[in-house]
């Protein structure tokens, strides 16, 4: 167990930001810490790397407590803070140094490293700039490429995708993949859920300062109601078709809504086939969608309001 | 290790902020320009009128023909026109004209009073207390107490003022001392130096409001070593323009130092630290970057302040009292006496008193320091 968290409680005079969380963390995995903002997700990784105090609840990093060996977990952590924490004033190069250095490295390794995490994170061409002429999302990747410069072994990152491109999105999502390839453990915070979706092993959802969910994604999912849905668009609808399709093993439901039909049926019911050749007897098909539940659907479901508000 | 690099980086970055550095270095090399060519023109006194200056002289003594003697000088006669008068009250209304600027008075009983070792005047009489006039007389009458002729006068220089039509004008104690144009160029100098405390005031409310505080509070430093190596790095940043006034008032008073150089480097050096300390602590306890540095502005001006009127002798109640804490007055004090040789005693008092005012800040501001870091 490379992280464990017990009922970690902190509190903001009258805002219960992190309500007796629990969560533990494998060595290797992609942990996602998914929630809408307000959940709590800052402060919880905040109280893991001691810059905030909890009120109770006990933290241990690599087995390690904070009270005693607050300089070794130190070391082996690497943070991409929520907000972009750059010095504007320095170099890309100079910042990487600067906060390499500040974890003991030097010389020719120092240097290495340096590029190394330049090269990662695809501004190696833009080191002797200056971060004031850089995009959103080359701030975002400098952000990033200052937590590895000293390899750590635990990488913990807060929404690093927060307002950016699509292309710096996908450059960063790719690179914390390859990251976790080779060796590191990360917690992803994020409130994208497609995010955490593609690239966690395993996901933790928060809301209200409380962990209302945890598993891996298809745990997660099993946790919905097992309905299945399928929404059909048809040139022409009739209620004789409604009647058939109602037949049919596995549906519960059936109705039409203007040239719509929806279908609801069992999970794992495999009844797809037998929709389709109903509907394409008495109409065309225009379009076909069947809903497979997404933490999205976790999230509505667990919560009764969806993860964007 | 780790306090150097950070002090590293602190430099870089107070240098890069260019504006603020232009204005801590350039700002004040233009002035000292200023001031240098001002001090020069001054002392050779060229593009100067010649100055309209009378002495009445009732002793005719020994050591009143030598003060005569000395006033017909080249030196004197480059920057003064001199004539003697034949009674005083010719002489004052000379002044009340405006034939002449000043009168100088040397009583009947100057040398005899001289010889027995009693205290005597010189007496001057003048309409003007503008400062040209101020300064050339002064500047004079200490150019006068210097020379042997009047060393010995064991009295005040006093000014008496006899007629409602003519004003008094204040001159300096005790014999040697800056004039008033040196003073004010002097007081100013080290008000600019002392506006530094910006630098330091900005740099850490700067540091505070940063995101990147987070990541110096993740990163296995000692917070000790973080918020020494800001101390350093602002001091370091400071240095340049504390050199300049070691440079400057070594080129201005420098022949007058007799290798008492370190004296002035030791004191500029105490001062900045006590400067970069002032203006962290401001910005610790502020936190903004506005207020903090109002504050910073006005405490300077203050502790300037308090210095300046007691340099002109014009400290009354809580200034009086105040001028003990103001480190630019301890500065004033080093550099008169060191120039002047002073009390050797006093300067070493002035030096202690700043290096425990830099002990006892640079304390607090590690202590607040390490306290709003984390
Ligand atoms: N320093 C703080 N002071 C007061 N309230 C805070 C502070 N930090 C966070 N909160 C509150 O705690 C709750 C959780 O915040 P946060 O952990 O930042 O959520 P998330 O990261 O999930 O968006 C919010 O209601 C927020 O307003
Ligand atoms: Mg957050």
């Known amino acids: 167990m490379l992280v464990e968290v017990k009922n970690l409680v902190k509190r903001y005079k009258d805002v219960l930001a992190v309500d007796n969380v629990s969560l533990s963390i494998e060595e290797g995995e992609i942990l996602g810490l998914l929630g809408p903002n307000g959940a709590g997700k800052t402060t919880t990784i905040n109280a893991m790397i001691g810059l905030t105090r909890p009120d109770s609840g006990e933290i241990l990093i690599f087995g390690k407590n904070f009270n005693n060996h607050e300089l070794e977990i130190k070391r082996d952590l690497g943070v991409v803070p929520q907000d972009i924490a750059i010095f504007e004033d320095l170099t890309a190069y100079e910042n990487l140094c600067y906060f390499g250095k500040l974890y003991g490295l030097k010389g020719s390794l120092l240097k290495e490293r340096v590029e190394e995490a330049l090269e990662f994170t695809g501004l190696l061409d833009r080191k002797k700039q200056y971060p004031k002429k850089f995009s959103n999302g080359m701030k975002r990747r400098l952000n990033i490429a200052c937590a590895l410069v000293h390899h750590p072994k635990l990488i913990i990152m807060d929404e690093p995708t927060v307002g950016i491109d699509p292309q710096s999105r996908n450059h960063i999502i790719q690179s914390i993949k390859k990251l976790n390839e080779m060796g590191s453990t990360i917690i992803y915070i994020s409130h994208y859920m ?8 395993r996901i933790v959802i928060m809301d209200q300062g409380r962990v209302i969910a945890k598993g891996t994604k298809e745990e997660l999912k099993a946790l919905m109601t097992s309905d299945e849905r399928v929404v059909v668009e048809l040139s022409s609808a009739n209620y004789t078709l409604v009647d058939n399709i109602k037949k049919l093993s596995g549906v519960k439901d059936a109705y039409i809504n203007g040239t719509e039909l929806t279908v609801i049926s069992q999970k794992n019911s495999k009844n797809l086939n037998g929709i389709i050749a109903q509907v394409s007897e008495n109409s065309e098909i225009i379009s076909l969608n069947v809903e497979q539940p ?16 | 290790m780790n306090v150097l690099q ?13 504006k603020l550095f232009l204005l801590l270095i350039g700002a004040p090399l233009v002035f000292y320009l200023i001031i240098a060519n001002v001090t020069t023109n001054v002392n050779q006194g060229i593009n100067l009128e010649k100055f309209k200056l009378a002495y009445f002289d009732a002793d005719g003594g020994p050591t009143a ?48 009073s001289l010889k027995q070792g009693e205290k005597t005047n010189i007496e001057i ?34 000014v008496t003022e006899v007629s409602s039509g003519i004003q008094q004008i204040a001159i300096s104690s005790t014999g040697k001392t800056f004039n008033d144009a040196d003073k004010s160029a002097f007081i100013g100098l080290l008000e600019m130096l002392s506006y530094g405390a910006l630098l330091g005031c900005l740099s850490v409310i700067n540091s505070m409001k940063k995101n990147t505080l987070l990541r110096f509070n993740i990163s296995p430093i000692n917070d000790l070593a973080y918020v020494s190596g800001q101390f350093l790095g602002n001091y370091l940043t400071l240095c340049p323009s504390s050199g300049l006034f070691i440079a400057f008032t070594y080129f201005i008073w420098g022949s007058s130092m007799q290798g008492n150089i370190l004296n002035i480097i030791l004191t500029f050096l105490l001062l900045t630290g006590i400067i970069t300390a002032l203006g962290m602590i401001v910005g610790y306890l502020t936190k903004k970057t506005g207020l903090g540095a109002i504050i910073s502005v006005c405490l300077n001006a203050l502790l300037s302040g308090a210095a300046f009127v007691w340099m002109m002798g014009t400290a009354h109640g809580f200034l009086k009292w105040f001028v003990f804490l103001s480190p630019q007055y301890y500065v004033y004090v080093i550099v008169a006496d060191t120039i002047f040789e002073g009390f050797t005693s006093r300067i070493q008092v002035s030096l202690i008193s700043l290096a425990m005012a830099v002990t006892a800040l640079t304390a607090v501001t590690l202590f607040l320091g390490r306290r709003k870091a984390v």
């Open chain 2, 65 to 112: 023909q030598q003060f005569e003697g000395f006033l017909q000088t080249k030196e004197i006669l480059t920057a003064f026109d001199i004539q003697k008068v034949d009674s005083l009250d010719n002489g004052k209304q000379m002044v009340k004209d405006g034939k002449i600027e000043a009168l100088i008075y040397l009583k009947n009983d100057f040398s005899q």
């Open chain 2, 6 to 18: 950070i002090a590293y980086y602190t430099v870089l970055r107070n240098i890069r902020d260019w």
């Open chain 2, 125 to 158: 009489f003048s309409n003007k207390s503008i400062s040209a006039t101020r300064l050339l007389v002064e500047g004079f009458i200490n150019t006068v107490n210097t020379s042997s002729a009047i060393k010995k006068i064991a009295g005040d220089i006093n």
């Open chain 1, 194 to 201: 497609e995010e955490i979706e593609e690239i966690c092993t």
């Open chain 1, 294 to 309: 997404s933490l999205e659907t976790v999230f509505l479901t667990l919560t009764g309001r969806s993860l964007r508000d």
